[in-house]
């Protein structure tokens, strides 16, 4: 996963880490694609918003339970390259958990 994210204010919230990290929160813990995607910025936007596009009809199902079927997610920043004042280069290592005893190892770019 590569995402890009713009930052525009200062202060910890606002800051390249505090983005990403309300970003993956969103999207991994919250299961909010459209919280995550209000982060979001060029390609990495372009590519939640066909993503949005593709889970929308199962999103709708009155009966969805998504918490039920949710893995355990857990992230953790492993490395920053600062690229200047306001942008950063930001990895995580993530590891999901499923219901069903599975585990997956990810790295996410941001």
Do not use: W
Request: net charge positive; aromatic share 10%; hydrophobic share 35%.
């Amino acid at each position: 996963m590569f995402l890009i994210f713009t930052t525009l204010s200062c202060g910890q919230k606002n800051s390249p880490k505090g983005v990403a990290d309300k970003f993956l929160f969103r999207y991994f813990i919250e299961l909010n694609q459209r919280g995550a995607l209000e982060l979001a910025t060029g390609l990495a936007r372009q590519k939640l918003q066909k993503e949005i596009e593709l889970t929308q009809s199962v999103r709708m199902q009155p009966d969805l339970d998504l918490n039920a079927q949710k893995p355990f997610i857990d992230y953790k920043l492993v490395n920053t390259q600062q690229r200047d004042g306001t942008s950063a280069t930001l990895y995580y290592d993530v590891s999901i958990e499923t219901k069903a005893g599975g585990h997956q190892k990810r790295e996410a770019v941001i």
